[in-house]
C-alpha cells in the first residue's frame, strides 16, 4: 500500500541490499571492460582499488612533507567547505526568516533571490575569479552565493506557511516582543524544516567546491581528480568519489540526528 510503514530492521537490511547492488554492478561492469581490453583503466577492478587506496593514504615525503594526499586535501576542501556553507546557510536562514516575518523585506528581496538563484554557480566562475581572485575567499564566495538564494527561498516559505498566525497572536497576546516572536515562535516552529534545507545543500555545496578546485588551485579535491584523471589514474578517482560520498552521507546523518535531537516533535 501507499506509504505503507516498514520496520526499522527492514529498512536497514534494504539498505544494505542497495550497497550491495551497486557493488555488484561495479564489478560486472569493470569485468565486462576487462574482458574486452585487459589494459583498460577506466573502470578498475577491487584490486586496483585496493592500489589507489594504498596510493592516497601513503606519506608524500616530496610534495607534502610526509603527509598523504587525502590529509592535505581533506583539510584544504573541508575548510573552505565548511566555511562557504556555513556563511551561506547562516545568511540564507536570516534573509528567509526576515522575509517570512516582514513583508516588505520579502518584496525588496524574494525578486533579486529568484533572479539570482537560476543563475548557475559555476557559470559565475570568471565574476568570481575578478572579484575575489584566486584565494581562499574565491571558493568560499562560490559555495556561500550557490547555497544562500535556494536556501533562503526555502526557508522563507517555510516561515510563510509552516506558522499559523495564530501562534503569532497568542505570542502577541501575552507580551512577547517582535524578537521573542521570531526567535521563539518562528525560528523554532521551522527549525526542521531550515535542518532538512541544508541537508539538501551539502550537495550542491560539494559540486561548487570541486568546480572551483577544478582548475584554480594546487591543493583539494577538485585539484586531485583533475590531475590523476588527466594520468588516467581512474583506482585514485573512484576512491576519491567513494570518500566524498561517504562524507556526505555523514553529513547528512549528522544533521538528521541534530533534528531530532532539537525538535522531537517534528518526528
Known sequence: MIRRPISQRTRIVLGIVA????????????????????????????KELAGGVHKILA???????GHCWLLVDSIASFKRLFTG???????????????????????????PL???AK??????LAVFFALVGVNFGFFVAMIAFGVMPTLAQAVFQASRNDVPDELIHKANTLGASQAEVIWNVIFR???PRVLDAIRLQVGP???YLIAAEWGNTDIGFGYRLRFESRLLHMNVVYVYL??????????????????????????
Open 85 to 111: 556553507l556555513g556563511i551561506g546557510c547562516l545568511a540564507g536562514i536570516v534573509i528567509g526568516v526576515a522575509m517570512g516575518c516582514y513583508t516588505v523585506v520579502e518584496a525588496l528581496l524574494l525578486p
Open 205 to 207: 555545496a560539494l559540486v
Open 114 to 116: 529568484t533572479f539570482l
Open 189 to 191: 516552529q521551522v527549525l
Open 119 to 124: 543563475i548557475p554557480p559555476t557559470a559565475m
Open 19 to 46: 550497497f550491495v547492488l551497486l557493488a555488484l554492478t561495479y564489478t560486472g561492469i569493470s569485468q565486462s571492460r576487462y574482458a574486452k581490453n585487459p589494459n583498460q583503466t577506466t573502470v578498475p577492478g577491487w
Open 59 to 65: 606519506p608524500d615525503t616530496v610534495d607534502y612533507d
Open 242 to 267: 567513494a570518500y566524498l560520498g561517504v562524507v556526505g552521507l555523514l553529513m547528512d546523518f549528522v544533521l538528521v540526528q541534530m533534528r531530532r535531537r532539537l525538535c522531537p516533535w517534528f518526528g
